[in-house]
Structures are given as C-alpha cells and as structure tokens.
C-alpha cells in the first residue's frame, strides 16, 4: 500500500519514544529511571475528578458544540481577565482535544503550501511536524546560552522573508525552560505587527514560573499585538490533567470559527466530562496549582545542583516548566562518544537512566531531564549519571 507522501516526513515524538522504550525495559524488571516523561506526576486534584463524576451521573455524556461548551469557555475568559487582563468573546474561542490539537487546527487552518513558520531552537518537538502536515515550511532560529535561549530581534529579522506566515513563542519554553520578559516580547512584536506576522503564543507551562519571574502573555502588551496573536494553552501542564485532554486557542474571531468548522469534521468536540472537569480546574480552588510549583521549584533547585557535579555538564537554570536542558557535549567526549545522541543510549542501557536527546529539539548538543518525580528519583538519576561519566573517563 502507497502511503500519502505527507505521512512519510512525519518524525516520531522523541519524548514519547524514549518513554515507550524505558517502559519496555522496566517490563523485563531492568530498574530504569525514566526522565523523559513531559507530565506532572501529580495526579488531578480532587475537586476536578469530583466535577467528572458529577457530569458522568447527571448524564453530561452527549456531544457538545464543536467549540467546546459556553460554560467553559466562559471559565477560561474569566481566567485571562484574571491572569493577564485579557478580555474575549466566546467567539474569540475553540476548545480543543488537547492543546497539542488547537495547534494542528491552528496550522491546518492558516497554512498554505510554501508558507514559512519561523521556529526558535531548541523547540518543542511537534511544532515543526505540524507545521510540515499543514504543507508549510519550517524555519528555524538558532539560539544558545549566551540569549538565554531566547530569540532575539535581530535574529527574527534576518529570517524574514515574503513567505513568512507566522512566529511561534513558547514561554516558559519547553525544553530549556526560559521565560521571555515583558521587554524582549514588545521588541518580537513590534517587528511582527511592521510584518503582518502572525504570532502563535504557546503558554501551556504558565502557571509553572519560579523565583521572582512573572508571566507575560505578549497578547496583554498591546490591542495590536493582541489582535496579531493566537494563544495555545490548556490544563494540562497547569492542574496535572493531561490525559483528561483539553486545550484551547484564543484569537481573532474568523480564524477561531474556521478551526472549529475542522474540528466539527474531524473530532467532534472535546470529551464531554473533561470539558466539565476544565470548568471546575479554571472556577475551583488553586490551591493544589501553587503546591504543585512549590514541588517543582523544590525539585528545580535540588537537581540542578546535583547535576552541575558532574563533569561535562553545563548548564543554564530554567525560569518554569519542569525540564533542565544541559550542554553535555563535554561529558560525551569525555566519556568516549562522538555524540551526544550516543552518550544517551549508553545512559539507558548501562546506568538506566532515560532522557531525551536533544537532536529532537533541534540542538544535538543537549539533553533534556523532566525533573517531574520525586527528590529520591532525582538523586538517585543523579548519581548514576555521575558514576556513570566518572567511571567512563577513569577506563580512558
């Protein structure tokens, strides 16, 4: 069977593979520590699950509008007044199955053949694949410690061409991480608006900020900017409900109706009781949202001190979200690989410990550790990796 040809450039997730393949590993009794898994490791807080059941006895199992309900929607328009003094219409909104799904709508609906999506790397693994499903072009920027991870405007604009369709900014940044500051988003915007420059704000990690750090939606800098961006987030990330599915897009209000025309042809609606546990996580207590990020800060500052013992390993800490992105270059050469990609196998096959090489998001110098699960894990993943560097470079 001939496979249709926009399939066949399609990469696999390479979080999920790595996970798939330390599961199997522990399905043969091998004690890997996996590191790889992109999730809070809480589980969802009480009131939500509360919320579901609820829906599921009064018999809330039909099929909703496409666009997810008026209820919700309602839910998360209070939520951006709140958070960022956002004001939206329900119109301005679509839920979706995730908010991996608001960006494939997004995509599918914007994109023309040829069309350029400029991509800072490193970059979450599914942006460039979905853009390539939507016929589009990926063009990526490359960034480094010494910007903290962060494009720059000079960056932006020597990749600006008459093909260019849209910016994508992800803040807190999966995988490194990095938050962009109310200064460095105004300076991206105000060469998109001069471009007509669409920008796609993930904000999936926002509620995941540590320290004195504060999250900026650069759709709140302007009416302008506003208007020129689509917000992706969800639930997911923020009150640890990723396998319920719901996520959302918030923009202008012709694109929202035709990305919920595409979902009316392909998913439907979003599962019913998810959308009513969505509403109880956005109108409930947030209580379990701020122990959560304490948890996580904790975590943060534990592993990334851990992790600077070892040699070869440098490393820029992380504002939010919940991975650590360091440079291990050195500590491949160090230890015999000539890459970094090998240096990570030889992590899971001879000290068990699972983690996402960085080629999958675009810097092959790096490997990316989710510090979502317990301070005994993470001192243990530790010290395999240490022993397992230090015990390399001694047989050298």
């Known amino acids: 069977m001939e496979l249709a040809n926009r399939i066949k450039t399609l990469a696999p997730s390479a979080t999920l593979a790595i996970t798939a393949l330390a599961n199997e590993l522990k399905g043969k009794g091998i004690d890997v520590i996996g590191l790889g898994v992109g999730e809070p490791d809480?589980?969802?807080?009480?009131?939500?699950?509360?919320?579901?059941?609820?829906?599921?006895?009064?018999?809330?199992?039909?099929?909703?509008?496409?666009?997810?309900?008026?209820?919700?929607?309602?839910?998360?328009?209070?939520?951006?007044?709140k958070d960022q003094g956002l004001s939206y219409e329900p119109s301005n909104l679509i839920v979706t199955d995730g908010a991996k799904h608001a960006l494939y709508l997004l995509f599918q609906t914007l994109i023309n053949d040829g069309d350029e999506v400029i991509i800072p790397a490193p970059y979450w693994v599914t942006y460039p694949?979905?853009?390539?499903?939507?016929?589009?072009?990926?063009?990526?920027?490359?960034?480094d410690e010494?910007?903290?991870?962060?494009?720059?405007?000079?960056?932006?604009?020597?990749?600006?061409?008459?093909k260019t369709k849209a910016l994508i900014i992800n803040s807190p940044s999966n995988p490194t991480g990095m938050t962009y500051s109310r200064d460095e988003l105004s300076a991206l915007g105000e060469i998109c608006l001069h471009h007509d420059i669409l920008i796609v704000s993930d904000e999936i990690y926002e509620k995941l900020i540590?320290?004195?750090?504060?999250?900026?939606?650069?759709?709140?800098?302007?009416?302008?900017?506003?208007?020129?961006?689509?917000?992706?987030?969800?639930v997911?990330?923020?009150?640890?409900?990723?396998?319920?599915?719901?996520?959302?897009?918030?923009?202008?209000?012709?694109?929202?109706?035709?990305m919920t025309s595409l979902a009316s042809q392909s998913t439907s609606n979003p599962a019913t009781p998810s959308q009513y546990a969505a509403i109880a996580a956005y109108r409930g207590s947030q209580k379990s949202v701020e122990e959560m990020k304490l948890?996580?800060?904790?975590?943060?500052?534990?592993?990334?001190?851990k992790l600077m013992e070892i040699p070869g390993f440098s490393c820029v800490k992380p504002h939010g979200a919940f991975y650590l992105f360091p440079n291990v270059k050195e500590a491949a050469k160090l230890t015999g690989y000539d890459t970094v990609d090998k240096f990570a196998?030889?992590?899971?096959?001879?000290?068990?410990?699972?983690?996402?090489?960085?080629?999958?998001?675009?810097?092959?110098?790096?490997?990316?550790?989710?510090?979502?699960?317990?301070?005994?894990?993470?001192?243990?993943a530790a010290a395999r990796i240490k022993n397992f560097v230090e015990t390399k470079m001694t047989l050298r």
Do not use: C
């Open 210 to 234: 540590y320290g004195d750090e504060q999250h900026v939606s650069i759709a709140q800098l302007s009416e302008e900017l506003k208007s020129q961006t689509v917000i992706i987030n969800g």
């Open 345 to 380: 196998e030889a992590l899971l096959s001879e000290a068990h410990v699972a983690v996402v090489p960085g080629t999958g998001f675009g810097s092959p110098d790096y490997i990316r550790l989710s510090y979502a699960t317990s301070e005994d894990i993470l001192v243990e």
């Open 42 to 81: 809480f589980n969802t807080p009480e009131h939500i699950i509360e919320a579901a059941y609820q829906a599921l006895k009064e018999g809330k199992t039909k099929y909703t509008p496409s666009g997810g309900l008026l209820e919700l929607k309602q839910a998360i328009i209070e939520k951006f007044a």
């Open 146 to 162: 010494t910007t903290m991870f962060k494009l720059t405007p000079e960056k932006l604009q020597q990749v600006i061409t008459n």
């Open 236 to 258: 997911s990330k923020s009150h640890a409900m990723t396998g319920w599915r719901i996520g959302y897009a918030a923009g202008d209000e012709a694109l929202i109706k035709q």
């Open 129 to 143: 694949e979905q853009v390539k499903l939507a016929g589009g072009v990926p063009v990526f920027v490359e960034t």
């Open 295 to 305: 948890q996580f800060e904790k975590r943060l500052n534990l592993f990334y001190e």
